[in-house]
């Protein structure tokens, strides 16, 4: 992928915009976003013909994707531009380009969104401090809606073989180890457990896929958009319940287990209210250990990037090694379970 | 032999420059500064690997003697005893995917394994987190 500069985006993103809106449009300001291990993100200003202005956010795709699961910007702009009809706080989503020779890879613009995302800032800003306290209602409410997303006109989203999203996460948990030919009984051992304790399949819904902190612009009063869809999907709720539970999703406030901001019951409860379901807490609790799993996993996966000399890079040689502390956590969420010989 | 620095020794001087010279130099480049933040941090890992990494690959491969029940020799050879301790533990991933230690006596023996191996490796690669862990076991107040 061509490295863009600021004069070199500006230039092309005024000659995109005006074709696109039919009248003149001053772009400028254009400034990179930091994050994203898999996108390239941008914010600029743009005034249009008719006087009107605004701020906006420019998502292009990276050579290489975090996982062969992420979604194209195209599915991506399609499934935000449904949440946001839906009524789920996220950024609206504005033009969608998959023209390469625009921006040299495939683009979209949205409406930008005032709010920090990186997650130990949002964990410890003393100007976020009442935000944290809001934010786990918002997430748990969030949740509920995210939940309820018609996912009718996305046909493109990844579903489980056979209805059984716990038997279908295991398969795939199995394949990834086996493509880099990774040696990890521990691994094996906590699939093995998960194997013999698969809950019953629930329901089946849109899940958002990594929704936790970090993924969420958070403003002094708390959520203001939820962000990152690329690893949406079609699965059980309580899959993204426990996700958001992981230790390392806590950023250091490893006290509470919901998104280290709450007990996880106030939090479940608070869900349940929303969403007016019942939600089975051993599920939630198997689905933050095969979370933990599948992050130990990617870890090592992500580590073979750079072994492989696809994408040689010492943030992704570490990863590698950081594999093992959710391993270490997996195992000790099994052990708590009090039922390792069944 | 050239052990004047030691091993040890040269990783320290190669951590020592990064921190003191050249993390301090690029502050303004926050992709650099953090790629070299990572850096001394794989070489610390890479610091108590050479201290640790031996008494550990000991540690396991007499736990799996246990485990197997077996009285398997270890390579006097480091290369090769590295080589014998993959070989041993795939079979050993294979054999658990299998369903061989689905018994609960082969269980308890397993998990006993794991963990302690997996406790080792911890130590080794995020100490910080070992540390978080023996706190919460030695207080018995677990994340709620």
Redesign the interface.
């Known amino acids: 992928m061509t490295a863009l500069s600021p004069q070199t985006l500006e230039t092309r993103l005024t000659d995109y915009l005006t074709h696109q809106t039919g009248g003149s449009v001053h772009v400028h300001g254009v400034h990179p976003l930091?994050g994203g291990a898999s996108r390239d993100s941008w914010t600029f200003n743009a005034t249009f013909s008719d006087g009107t202005s605004g701020r906006f956010v420019l998502r292009r795709d990276l050579p290489t994707s975090m996982t062969e699961q992420a979604l194209t910007r195209a599915q991506e702009f399609a499934l935000m531009r449904a949440a946001y009809d839906h009524g789920v706080q996220v950024a609206r989503v504005r033009w969608l380009c998959e023209n390469e020779d625009v921006l040299a890879s495939p683009f979209f613009i949205m409406t930008y969104v005032e709010g920090i995302s990186v997650g130990r800032k949002v964990m410890t800003s003393p100007d976020l401090a009442a935000a944290r306290v809001a934010l786990p209602m918002q997430m748990a409410q969030q949740l509920a809606r995210i939940h309820t997303l018609d996912a009718a006109g996305l046909d493109f989203l990844q579903r489980p073989t056979d209805h059984n999203p716990a038997r279908h996460a295991i398969k795939d948990t199995?394949a990834a180890l086996e493509s880099i030919g990774a040696?990890?009984?521990?691994l094996?051992?906590a699939?093995?457990w998960c194997e013999?304790h698969i809950p019953a399949p629930d329901r089946e819904t849109f899940i958002h896929g990594d929704f936790r902190v970090g993924n969420l612009l958070v403003n002094p009063t708390g959520l203001a958009a939820v962000i990152d869809w690329e690893f949406a999907h079609i699965g059980d709720p309580c899959e993204e319940l426990g996700y958001l539970c992981m230790?390392d999703w806590?950023f250091g406030a490893?006290?509470?287990?919901a998104a280290g901001l709450s007990?996880?019951?106030p939090f479940l409860q608070a869900y349940e209210q929303y969403a007016r379901v019942t939600v089975n807490r051993d599920s939630v609790t198997w689905w933050e250990i095969l979370g933990n799993i599948r992050w130990a996993v990617i870890c090592l996966v992500q580590a073979q990037r750079h072994l492989s000399g696809q994408d040689p890079?010492?943030?992704l040689?570490?990863l590698g090694?950081?594999s093992?502390?959710m391993?270490?956590e997996a195992?000790?969420l099994?052990?708590?379970t009090g039922d390792?010989?069944? | 032999m050239t052990d004047r620095p030691s091993l040890e020794q040269l990783l320290d001087a190669v951590r020592m420059h990064l921190e003191t010279l050249v993390i301090p130099a690029i502050r303004a480049e926050?992709k650099l500064y953090?790629?070299t933040l990572?850096?001394v941090?794989?070489l610390k890992?890479a610091q108590r690997e050479v201290a640790e990494g031996q008494t550990l690959s000991d540690t396991e491969w007499e736990s799996l003697n246990v485990l197997t029940d077996e009285h398997i020799p270890q390579p006097v050879e480091r290369g090769v005893a590295v080589e014998a301790l993959?070989a041993r533990?795939?079979t050993?991933?294979a054999d658990?995917?299998a369903?061989k230690?689905?018994t609960?006596e082969a269980?308890?023996r397993?998990?006993h394994?794991?963990?302690s191996?997996?406790?080792g490796?911890?130590m080794l690669?995020?100490p910080h987190?070992?540390q978080?862990?023996r706190i919460?076991d030695d207080s018995g107040?677990?994340?709620?």
């Not at chain 1, 040696?183 to 521990?186: K, L």
């Not at chain 1, 490893?254 to 287990?257: A, C, L, N, S, V």
């Not at chain 2, 107040?141 to 709620?144: D, G, L, M, N, T």
């Open positions: 930091a199995h040696v990890a009984p521990a094996e051992y699939l093995r013999r230790r806590r490893d006290k509470f287990r007990p996880r019951e890079s010492i943030e040689a570490s090694r950081r093992i502390e391993q270490a195992l000790r099994i052990r708590q390792i010989t069944s | 926050p953090f790629q990572v850096a941090n794989v890992i993959i533990n795939r050993l991933s658990i995917r369903g230690y689905d609960p269980l308890t397993l998990a394994h794991v963990e191996v997996v406790s490796q911890l690669n995020a987190l070992a978080r862990f919460e107040e677990y994340p709620i």
